[in-house]
């Protein structure tokens, strides 16, 4: 992204949100290259709809997501895009390795948490976010998730 703004051609804004969500049961299987997949696919839906990430962490067993959406786009469409979307992908693709401990339709437990950030307290969360490795390393051997670009 080259500018902190996007430029609509009546508007100029800077929606950030935080999201944090986790897989049903909040299992611990968001490693290799599941965790891996999931990138890609929030990449592509976040192309796809003209959204960026600024910040992605991948723990075990959830994840936080930075990104910056468009004034037509609420958080819930947002949600139902990358989470929906993914579902179905990984449900798909990895079905073998999922079926023994996820069954039914959905690969995302049901709901999230959003909160929507400005620039004075970007750094902060950002930080955070940082943490978040550090703190659950211990716990999981997973690797570092995608960075601000």
């Not at 976010?129 to 051997?141: D, F, P, V, W, Y």
Request: with cysteine; charged share 25%; hydrophobic share 35%.
């Amino acid at each position: 992204m080259t500018s902190k703004y996007k430029v609509g051609s009546h508007t100029k804004h800077r929606l950030i949100y935080h999201f944090t969500f986790v897989p049903k049961y909040r299992k611990e299987i968001l490693r290799g290259k599941l965790k891996k997949r999931i990138v890609e696919l929030f990449e592509e839906c976040c192309e796809v709809n003209d959204w960026y990430i600024h910040q992605l962490e991948i723990l075990s067993e959830h994840i936080h997501l930075l990104i910056q959406l468009n004034t037509s786009d609420s958080p819930a469409k947002a949600m139902q895009y990358i989470k929906g979307g993914s579902s179905i992908m990984l449900r798909k693709e990895f079905h073998n390795e999922l079926k023994a401990f996820l069954w039914g339709d959905s690969f995302w437990a049901d709901g999230y948490f959003t909160e929507t950030i400005g620039s004075k307290n970007e750094e902060v969360i950002k930080a955070y976010l940082n943490n978040q490795q550090t703190k659950h390393s211990k716990a999981s051997h997973s690797s570092p998730g995608l960075k601000a670009r």
